[in-house]
T-cell receptor, first 112, second 114 residues
Framework: DVKVTQSSRYLVKRTGEKVFLECVQDMDHENMFWYRQDPGLGLRLIYFSYDVKMKEKGDIPEGYSVSREKKERFSLILESASTNQTSMYLC???????????FGSGTQLSVL | QQQVKQSPQSLIVQKGGISIINCAYENTAFDYFPWYQQFPGKGPALLIAIRPDVSEKKEGRFTISFNKSAKQFSLHIMDSQPGDSATYFCAASSYQTGANNLFFGTGTRLTVIP
């Protein structure tokens, strides 16, 4: 079965720090996604990537950037973390032409 | 603005009962409607999905009912079990607006009481 692995389950950072969230998938999927999950707001798309070095903004890209240097790895970067970026971050991947998303277990980020 | 509206926010059902979660959308271009199930500490996982060319899809105890004219779809869980306790998200996407952008509802936390 597809495995999407997020590097950290919990992360605590200080305001203004640069934060890297890493995600790796093992099924050679072309498409990878970063969502944030907040109570009462559901899942909102931050960025997605459909190929190496390619990226597209989602619904809430402000304050975030991404990097995809290798097909299996998709990183989310918070250039200068702020308290309103405290959230659960979910990485997902899917095969090109398919609709089923495979999610990682999430990283709960707290920005103090 | 929420593209997909989901209700209720939380639901408590007795074991053996029927759980019903409702979703509504406005964008008539949506052509794919999945439901995702999320257990605590895990990421969401695809449970069942439907396209608008059918009004109902059933997989085991889980059924999606789809009403194209009302722009609504719902998840029915028959014979609900404590193991079904989870958060459920409906979602929608459209090939026109970019199939890679799946719009999620706000989620329903289901608790099934033994």
């Amino acid at each position: 079965d597809v495995k999407v692995t997020q590097s950290s389950r919990y992360l605590v950072k200080r305001t203004g720090e640069k934060v890297f969230l890493e995600c790796v998938q093992d099924m050679d999927h072309e498409n990878m996604f970063w969502y944030r999950q907040d109570p009462g707001l559901g899942l909102r798309l931050i960025y997605f990537s459909y190929d190496v070095k390619m990226k597209e903004k989602g619904d809430i890209p402000e304050g975030y950037s991404v990097s995809r240097e290798k097909k299996e790895r998709f990183s989310l970067i918070l250039e200068s973390a702020s308290t309103n970026q405290t959230s659960m971050y979910l990485c997902a991947s899917k095969d090109q032409g398919r609709e089923k998303l495979f999610f990682g277990s999430g990283t709960q980020l707290s920005v103090l | 603005q929420q593209q997909v509206k989901q209700s209720p926010q939380s639901l408590i059902v007795q074991k053996g009962g029927i759980s019903i979660i409702n979703c509504a959308y406005e964008n008539t271009a949506f052509d794919y409607f999945p439901w995702y199930q999320q257990f605590p500490g895990k990421g969401p996982a695809l449970l069942i999905a439907i396209r608008p060319d059918v009004s109902e899809k059933k997989e085991g105890r889980f059924t999606i009912s789809f009403n194209k004219s009302a722009k609504q779809f719902s998840l029915h869980i028959m014979d609900s079990q404590p193991g079904d306790s989870a958060t459920y998200f409906c979602a929608a996407s459209s090939y026109q607006t970019g199939a890679n952008n799946l719009f999620f509802g706000t989620g329903t936390r289901l608790t099934v009481i033994p």
